[in-house]
């Protein structure tokens, strides 16, 4: 399937000014430090490619949620991990947009890299200003942008929506290979196609479930997510984290469940753990047991799938076609509770003829410290969090849309 808009091959790039969004909004160690790079590699592809054609790229993103500007967020760190990886030196300008940028970008030499300041220590990238873009295109002398930043791609901002307005706007490798591999996996999948759930609402992922109940041959369900479900259905789930409110919503899921598979069927399409990990508390638990999903205590917290569930979702797993995957199995956090999930990883790692797509960011976050290959024995993991479950659940982004037509 060919991805619906322009990229940078489509169009003459060569030895110009590109400005680049990318998504460095990476977690940071509480000394500042990078904690994960996995985002800035996967932005490497396209700078790369832009590097090869001679181009000067100017590269922009934002990084956490400052209000005005904070130095703790500056990109700075994100600028030297860049330059480390590629290999190549990264020139990094303390400003966004004003004259230190427009003379810092004209001075640096007609072939690399420039990194400018946190887009958002401008409350103007967020309101998605008109002004501020028509700044951003002006300064960086930019004569195309791309956007690659696809963990932000669902956001209306300035750099994802109204910069369109001024330059002409393609997609890059990043931001297509996200598109393809998940809107590839959810609408024509290598059947069977197995869906796999998890982590900690319901409520964050409605919109994901719904469309897998029509997209999936079998979706398998943990997390707490699974506690959600298993209270609904009237089983004790004791102390463990689980929403109370979603009734009408599961009411809602089971109801298409049954008009696809019937009756019979139902609990084989959407499957829920019949055994837990419980431990009476999360730190230094010292109690964990493996119990069925019915005799859980009262004082105890069911905080991952148990070793039942787990073989019986592998199996399902090594019988897919492609599986999607979203939400941790447990509280994945702490290795003891990690087993469902590193169950999942391992079943789709061993089988690379399953074609494998994983989102959400704690998901992905486990998938690449999980595997010896940084997330690479996988056929996909999305750098995007919000981003890919909206990608999944069917909606338009506008970070997307806005790009020129393919
Ligand atoms: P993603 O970011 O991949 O979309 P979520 O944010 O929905 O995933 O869920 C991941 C979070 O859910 C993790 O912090 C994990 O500890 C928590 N979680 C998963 N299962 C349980 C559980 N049984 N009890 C408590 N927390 C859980
Ligand atoms: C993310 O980490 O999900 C993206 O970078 C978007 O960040 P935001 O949720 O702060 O808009
Ligand atoms: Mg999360």
Known sequence: MRFFKKTISDVPLESTTVLLRADYNVPLKNDGTIADDFRIRASLPTVRRLLKDGCKVVIISHLGRPEGRDPKLSLEPAALRLAQLLGEPVRFVDQTVGDKVRMAIKRAPKRGVIVLENLRFHAEEEANDEDFARKLARD?????????????????HASTAAITLFLPSVAGRLLEKEHT????????????????????????????????????????????????????????????????????????????????????????????????????RIERPTDVRYVGAKEVASNDMILDIGPRTAESYVKALRRA?????????????????????????????????????????????FAIHWDKKKGGSFSHVSTGGGASLELMAGKKLPGIEHLLDA
């Open 181 to 280: 591999s998940i809107t590839g996996a959810m609408s024509s999948p290598k059947r069977p196609l197995v869906a796999v759930m998890g982590g900690a609402k319901v409520s964050d992922k409605i919109g994901v479930i719904e469309k897998l109940v029509d997209k999936a041959d079998t979706i398998l369900i943990g997390g707490a997510m699974a506690n959600t479900f298993l209270a609904d259905s009237g089983v004790n789930v004791g102390a463990s984290k689980y929403e109370n409110d979603q009734g009408a919503v599961i009411k809602k899921i089971h109801e298409a469940v049954r008009q696809k598979v019937g009756d019979a069927k139902a609990a084989e399409f959407l499957r829920l753990p019949t055994d837990v990990t419980v431990a009476k």
């Open 321 to 365: 076609g492609t599986v999607v995957w979203n939400g941790t199995m447990g509280y994945a956090e702490l290795a003891v509770f990690a087993k469902g999930s590193a169950a999942v990883a391992e079943a789709l790692a061993e089988h690379p003829e399953v074609e494998s797509v994983i989102g959400g960011g704690d998901t992905a976050d």
């Open 140 to 156: 960086s002398g930019a004569r195309y942008f791309v956007q690659d930043g696809f963990g932000v791609v669902h956001r209306d």
